[in-house]
């Protein structure tokens, strides 16, 4: 028991990606990697704290540059772009046009308020909320065909393997009481 003990710790000790300096070092770097892929849910938070700093009183152009501040990865550049299109006084349908698809149902809320004159907040919490449900949905779909998939290896794989373990067994015994 000791013996094992032993080994074990010798082994993580030794292992390449063992040991504290490796873990900080790799920790480190990676706080100064480039821009990040951001997920649907970084991006729905993110239209979420724009709302609610529209909806605190803050300007477009203010509520953006509070958003960046606070958010990373990809999010942070693609709402940098948006925001540097509010102040060179460029169509913000231009820039949004130019962002992921994800972005797709905040840029239509954020056009339908600029449309109609009116703050962009509540429109915006309903465009997270569409984010959300649409990659809720995804997520559920791939969850179900995982089900699927999941009982190909037993019908192809384990039924064959108890036939002939278990019924092929069984008949001919029978058979062999027959004859």
Known sequence: MLTQLALI???CALWPEAGLGRWAARRDASRHEPEQDSTVRDVADAVVLLALALRGGASITEALARVIQVVDGQVRADLASVLAA???GLEPDDVWSTLSPVWRPVALAWSAAQQAGVPPSAL???ASRRVREREDAAREAALQRAGVLLVIPLGGLFLP???A???VPVV????ALLA
Do not use: P
Request: net charge positive.
């Open 86 to 88: 509010h102040r060179w």
């Open 161 to 163: 393997g108890f036939i």
């Open 172 to 175: 001919l015994h029978l058979l």
């Open 9 to 11: 710790g010798l082994a």
């Open 124 to 126: 915006l919490l309903s």
């Open 165 to 167: 373990t278990t019924v």
